[in-house]
């Protein structure tokens, strides 16, 4: 009896692509994901995810039966299935193993980076602004660079089309305040995350407040910053729903305080803040919300009372917030419909004092 092929594999034939790369695509787990999106003012139309997680065997596998489109091998199977793929607009490269070099993923992205959407990147040594112009289609937006810069910065201001921008900066970034400049220029943000901008101040955040229409802000290792910058975002953004703040060491509990404005506020995560106790819950009483996390904040048992007035919360994580079982038992019988995320079996804040 012949074998019926699977959905993917048809799909996959449909839009050109021979057996050799069925192949080596079931083996690379899920290499393209083919699916139709409706669009209201037509018919469904082909939309593709291209997903790359083994690009040591698919290389191997590829190369000996694709002819070559450029002369940096490890771009052969990249190119080739693009080439085909007329209509890509997603592309996730974050697992790509290290044969993919930074010089290797932008010159692929100068070629094909124009009709794209969505483009999340691994971590790379390096940005070429000029680019990062050219990508003037995306909406999304994700990656890394160990020497992202003030020029890379600019440039990423020129795409006014983005709606998510999820930057990781490296040990070696030299971005400053200036840099903020071009991501306050990008007013349709709805997704904001900026992880470890070490020379960023409330100066570089204070250019954030034209970013009006932000649903999600992620802050984390941003160590400069201050109450100030998290005043500017109690009284700018006032419909995040979102709002992460990670390894901010000169946050104190006036800048909690200062979040109690934020009437839409549904999800808090303050984590790994030394200079946050208990003394702000009281603010946090405001607000409606439903997750809340306090992961290494010295909360104790006397903050922990004070969550009871936040009937709203589903999920509290107090993970190393020094509550106690008497505290915990607390909490278990005054929010019963939340899901407490506590601490391994073996932490001491477990213990009675």
């Known amino acids: 009896?012949?074998?019926?092929?699977?959905?993917?594999?048809?799909?996959?034939?449909?839009?050109?692509?021979?057996?050799?790369?069925?192949?080596?695509?079931?083996?690379?787990?899920?290499?393209?994901?083919?699916?139709?999106?409706?669009?209201?003012?037509?018919?469904?139309?082909?939309?593709?995810?291209?997903?790359?997680?083994?690009?040591?065997?698919?290389?191997?596998?590829?190369?000996?039966?694709l002819t070559p489109r450029s002369n940096l091998p490890g771009l052969v199977p990249l190119h080739s299935l693009t080439a085909r793929l007329k209509r890509l607009t997603h592309v996730d490269l974050r697992h790509c193993c290290p044969k993919l070099s930074s010089r290797e993923l932008w010159t692929y992205l100068s070629f094909t980076g124009r009709s794209l959407r969505i483009l999340q990147l691994p971590p790379s040594e390096c940005v070429p602004a000029a680019t990062l112009r050219l990508l003037t289609s995306l909406t999304g937006l994700s990656f890394g660079a160990s020497a992202l810069t003030n020029d890379a910065m600019h440039a990423l201001g020129t795409l006014t089309a983005l709606r998510a921008l999820f930057l990781h900066c490296g040990d070696s970034s030299s971005v400053t305040d200036e840099g903020m400049k071009a991501v306050g220029k990008l007013r349709n943000l709805e997704q904001l995350m900026l992880t470890d901008f070490t020379h960023v101040t409330d100066k570089g955040m204070f250019e954030l407040c034209t970013l009006t229409s932000l649903h999600e802000l992620s802050i984390n290792g941003c160590s400069l910053i201050?109450?100030?910058?998290?005043?500017?975002?109690?009284?700018?953004?006032?419909?995040?729903?979102?709002?992460?703040?990670?390894?901010?060491?000169?946050?104190?509990?006036?800048?909690?305080?200062?979040?109690?404005?934020?009437?839409?506020?549904?999800?808090?995560?303050?984590?790994?803040?030394?200079?946050?106790?208990?003394?702000?819950?009281?603010?946090?009483?405001?607000?409606?919300?439903?997750?809340?996390?306090?992961?290494?904040?010295?909360?104790?048992?006397t903050g922990a009372a004070m969550l009871l007035h936040i009937p709203t919360l589903r999920e509290l994580n107090i993970v190393g917030c020094g509550v106690t079982r008497r505290g915990l038992g607390v909490l278990y019988r005054g929010l019963p419909n939340t899901q407490i995320v506590m601490v391994d079996q073996d932490e001491q804040c477990l213990s009675e004092d």
């Open 1 to 65: 009896m012949r074998r019926r092929p699977s959905p993917l594999a048809h799909s996959l034939r449909q839009i050109g692509l021979s057996p050799p790369w069925l192949h080596w695509q079931e083996d690379a787990l899920l290499l393209v994901v083919f699916f139709c999106a409706a669009d209201n003012r037509g018919p469904s139309t082909s939309v593709v995810r291209l997903v790359c997680k083994r690009w040591q065997r698919i290389y191997e596998k590829a190369v000996p039966k």
């Open 226 to 301: 201050t109450d100030r910058a998290l005043l500017m975002i109690a009284i700018q953004m006032k419909r995040l729903h979102t709002l992460t703040l990670l390894r901010c060491q000169l946050l104190t509990n006036s800048a909690v305080v200062q979040l109690s404005s934020l009437s839409r506020l549904r999800r808090l995560n303050l984590q790994r803040l030394p200079r946050i106790n208990h003394e702000c819950l009281w603010a946090l009483s405001a607000l409606p919300l439903q997750l809340l996390r306090l992961t290494g904040c010295r909360i104790t048992d």
